[in-house]
């Protein structure tokens, strides 16, 4: 009796264990799983947790297919606030127009914003600069998008697209052409003569030049889009890249050393090391911000161009009404740059824009580190709430009271830094191409054309544009 007495407590005893060990367990689960995650994470917003404490959410953007796709995900699952991690990084993305306008008055740049662009634009690019050496700089180079000096930027692109219309014209009636192809190069030959003036006026210079930037925007694109560079590419990106270092440091020393004034940005980025206070004469900054005004101007305009053309091509009736106002035969009601505003809203053409506030924030109840980043995703609100049929191209809709949208092509400068004379400038230039291409040649749209779009530095279509062109008859 007392060996089965035992016997049965030592049962009762290993069960008690057995049922303390799993309650033991799962109350650790829970901690692990529940307490301790939101004692250590660093924001309330919602989102989803790091993948793992080195790359954060990388892994998880990469697989997405890039930033703009990644951040269209997180939206749709968790609404028009999310967090996510870069690295270590908390960042906080902003999808929905009500909540941007809210938070317009996060003016300062993270430390992390565009670092993708280190090989090109160097350390000292205003792209980085405190906000008084951005104002200060800023105010110098405002003086580049003058009236004299966008009149003289119209007739750059005069010529460039009046050249492009030629190679148009002697094409047979009904022939394909892949839309980028030309934007792309229309832009760059713009670019390049409001940047560098008569710097770059011989055609082998530029073809070196347009060479060696094709393989730097390849290669950020992928980086861009979450992608990890093999160090194969990350050669050919910091060979390029210092390449075009080169070309535009050359261009800056001539421009000096000439000492003649020219009606082109390296006319003002060039002063802008003598006007710094106590600046060194060898400082890299002059360099770093001519390609960065040449960088982000000429791939908006070639991204919006792309986006514009596509639209006209696919609505016949726009595309006359347009070429009826360019060539006066039409009452100018402003038709042309609704037609520009709302290309670049359906585009989304700059997808992205990072701000932070210099102190602990707050966004809808939650509390922020000082400098988090928050994104404003263009490539969401852009074609979101806020817009009665947001997917319908629709240039009536900026009409009357409707407030412009605001197509600034340097989306490091803030609509605080009176960026009005650039937001003008991209208008005339894209007018002009349209005023050189239209008149004289119908686009249209090839059918089964997808409007898929990739979204890096800015947003293009994901595959090639495909239209017709035709020689355009005569209006009745």
Not at 112 to 126: A, K, Q, V
Not at 198 to 204: A, L, N, Y
Not at 306 to 317: F, P
Not at 433 to 444: D, H, I, N, Y
Request: net charge negative; glycine share 6%.
């Amino acid at each position: 009796m007392p060996m089965i007495i035992n016997r049965y407590l030592q049962g009762k005893m290993l069960i008690a264990l057995v049922i303390f060990a799993v309650v033991f367990i799962t109350f650790l689960l829970f901690v692990i799983l529940y307490i301790y995650p939101s004692a250590t994470r660093d924001t309330t917003v919602p989102g989803p947790p790091p993948s793992s404490s080195s790359d954060g959410n990388l892994t998880d953007l990469e697989l997405a297919g890039g930033l703009g796709e990644y951040l269209r995900e997180l939206h749709a699952q968790y609404g028009p606030l999310v967090s996510f991690h870069l690295g270590s990084q908390l960042v906080i993305s902003v999808g929905s127009a009500a909540l941007l306008e809210q938070h317009s008055g996060a003016a300062q740049r993270p430390d992390m914003y565009l670092e993708f662009l280190r090989p090109l634009l160097g350390r000292e690019s205003i792209v980085w600069a405190d906000a008084a050496e951005t104002a200060r700089r800023w105010r110098l180079y405002q003086q580049g998008f003058s009236d004299e000096c966008r009149a003289v930027y119209r007739e750059a692109a005069a010529e460039a697209a009046g050249r492009v219309s030629e190679k148009l014209r002697s094409l047979s009636a009904g022939e394909h052409i892949s839309l980028q192809q030309y934007t792309t190069a229309l832009a760059l030959h713009v670019m390049a003569r409001c940047c560098f003036g008569h710097h770059m006026d011989d055609e082998q210079s530029m073809l070196n030049f347009a060479q060696e930037y094709e393989i730097v925007t390849a290669e950020v694109t992928s980086e861009a889009c979450g992608r990890q560079l093999y160090e194969s590419q990350q050669d050919h990106l910091r060979e390029a890249a210092a390449a075009l270092r080169d070309v535009a440091g050359a261009i800056v020393r001539k421009h000096r050393k000439e000492n003649k004034s020219t009606v082109s940005l390296v006319e003002w980025v060039s002063l802008s090391t003598q006007a710094g206070r106590g600046a060194a004469g060898d400082s890299d900054a002059p360099v770093s911000d001519l390609l960065a005004l040449f960088l982000f101007f000429c791939e908006t305009l070639s991204s919006g161009l792309c986006w514009t053309l596509q639209q006209l091509a696919r609505h016949q009736t726009v595309q006359d009404d347009v070429v009826a106002q360019l060539t006066g035969e039409r009452t100018d009601d402003g038709l042309v740059g609704r037609v520009l505003r709302e290309s670049w809203r359906l585009g989304s053409v700059v997808p992205l824009t990072a701000r932070c506030y210099g102190t602990p924030a707050a966004v809808e109840g939650h509390t922020l580190p000082a400098r988090t980043p928050i994104i404003s995703a263009y490539c969401v609100s852009h074609t979101g709430d806020g817009w009665k049929q947001p997917s319908k191209f629709d240039p009536s809709r900026f009409s009357g009271d409707t407030p412009a949208l605001e197509m600034n092509p340097l989306p490091f400068l803030s609509k605080n830094d009176d960026i009005d004379c650039v937001i003008s400038t991209y208008e005339d230039l894209a007018t002009e191409v349209l005023r050189q291409l239209l008149p004289s040649t119908q686009l249209e749209l090839l059918p089964d054309q997808s409007d898929e779009q990739l979204i890096t530095l800015v947003t293009t279509p994901r595959e090639d544009v495909w239209v017709a062109v035709s020689p355009r008859a005569a209006a009745q």
